[in-house]
């Protein structure tokens, strides 16, 4: 096995949104460095089921309705 190509693991502290904290290990930055998140699963809808909508302003939905809108099924 080849010698000194494996990333040196340390201990880091990762700082949530919300002000939590954690240890794990990492290999990014360097030992006893802290991660702040931006942008984690405690607070970002994808996560969390939250109440996103999407919005279509003038994109391909309302072309579609724009244009195929008034067509009925007729018996």
Do not use: C
């Not at 080849?2 to 201990?11: E, F, L, T, W």
């Not at 990492?26 to 802290?34: F, Y």
């Amino acid at each position: 096995m080849k010698q000194d190509i494996h990333p040196a693991y340390h201990m880091i502290t990762v700082k949530m949104t919300d002000g939590t904290e954690y240890q794990t290990r990492s290999t990014w930055g360097k030992e006893g460095d802290t991660m702040t998140l931006e942008i984690d699963p405690t607070a970002h809808p994808a996560w969390t089921g939250g109440n996103g909508r999407m919005l279509d302003a003038a994109g391909q939905v309302a072309k579609f309705n724009k244009r195929f809108g008034g067509l009925t099924l007729k018996r």
